[in-house]
T-cell receptor, first 111, second 112 residues
Framework: AQTVTQSQPEMSVQEAETVTLSCTYD???????LFWYKQPPSRQMILVIR??????QNATENRFSVNFQKAAKSFSLKISDSQLGDAAMYFC????????FGTGTRLQVFP | DTAVSQTPKYLVTQMGNDKSIKCEQN?????MYWYKQDSKKFLKIMFS???????INETVPNRFSPKSPDKAHLNLHINSLELGDSAVYFC???????????FGQGTRLTVV
């Protein structure tokens, strides 16, 4: 069975600092996609970043970057220069024929 | 110009009632989904449609019936509502099974 594990229920970071959210997954597939979604208090699910499994290069989107380790089935999200608006639930997701989500990490950002 | 829109945003109803949630996407996507987010924030897929055809039906009670009149719309009808149905229901769409999903704003269903 395909599973996604986020082992950090909560994380906190000081404004302007860097934080890394962990995600591991289990699959027997060789081709798949990985995503990080952000869910602020507004409830809206917002795509933060995506990674194709066949690409060795780690994806980056402005202050957000991933560390994708395919052999270790690890997909962590690094947020640099954290801002107050980054405070949210972050979900890691794995996709073959459907999105499978992790249990989420609540990120708090302190001024 | 909302890409994926759901109505209503909030729904409070009594046990035993029947209710519907509507979803429309204007992204031209072929695939649409319903997800359920429980009180612990866990998101789980319920259904997936591709061009109006049901392709994924997870273990969901028969009281839940999705309907896709065209590929831009995917509605969710729930019969005989139970307390345990209280959750946030998200509609989403994508260009295909490999791609990211775009989500609606969610419908918070409260069964009392």
């Amino acid at each position: 069975a395909q599973t996604v594990t986020q082992s950090q229920p909560e994380m906190s970071v000081q404004e302007a600092e860097t934080v890394t959210l962990s995600c591991t997954y289990d699959t027997s597939e060789s081709d798949y996609y990985l995503f990080w979604y952000k869910q602020p208090p507004s409830r809206q699910m917002i795509l933060v970043i995506r990674q194709e499994a066949y690409k060795q290069q780690n994806a980056t989107e402005n202050r957000f970057s991933v560390n994708f380790q395919k052999a270790a089935k690890s997909f962590s999200l690094k947020i640099s220069d954290s801002q107050l608006g980054d405070a949210a639930m972050y979900f890691c997701a794995y996709n073959t024929d459907k999105l499978i989500f992790g249990t989420g990490t609540r990120l708090q950002v302190f001024p | 110009d909302t890409a994926v829109s759901q109505t209503p945003k909030y729904l409070v109803t009594q046990m035993g009632n029947d209710k519907s949630i509507k979803c429309e996407q204007n992204l031209g996507h072929d695939t649409m989904y319903w997800y359920k987010q429980d009180s612990k924030k866990f998101l789980k897929i319920m259904f997936s449609y591709n061009n109006k055809e049901l392709i994924i039906n997870e273990t969901v009670p028969n009281r839940f019936s999705p309907k896709s009149p065209d590929k831009a719309h995917l509605n969710l009808h729930i019969n005989s509502l139970e307390l345990g149905d209280s959750a946030v229901y998200f509609c989403a769409s994508s260009t295909g099974q490999w791609n990211e999903a775009f989500f609606g704003q969610g419908t918070r269903l409260t069964v009392v």
